[in-house]
């Protein structure tokens, strides 16, 4: 089974060997972190010491007017997603369950 990072924000999908997804699950668990945020705090400790300068993050703007429209975003967005028709009438759980079954 291939293990899929799918990192939303830049709409980038990424595919991982078995050895690699099981080796980025125990970084993460030994470090309470996500499975995407190991993989990235690992890349970023090696694109250091090869000297690759990071990019600086900007930090999020929190004024009003900012959360507003954040919030109008993903309401847009939910609203697009409500509105897609329901193509498998299953259960999430009888989906993964015939899928595990593969």
Request: hydrophobic share 50%; with cysteine.
């Amino acid at each position: 089974m291939i293990f899929t990072l799918f990192c939303v924000k830049r709409g980038l999908m990424v595919n991982l060997s078995q050895e690699t997804e099981a080796l980025a699950k125990r970084l993460a668990a030994t470090q309470s972190l996500s499975v995407e945020d190991a993989i990235r705090l690992a890349l970023e400790e090696k694109a250091r010491a090869a000297g690759i300068a990071m990019e600086a993050r900007r930090p999020r703007d929190r004024s009003p007017e900012a959360v507003a429209a954040r919030h109008a975003r993903t309401d847009r967005f939910v609203a697009e997603l409500a509105a897609m028709p329901v193509l498998d009438p299953r259960s999430p759980r009888d989906i993964m369950d015939d899928l595990n079954a593969l």
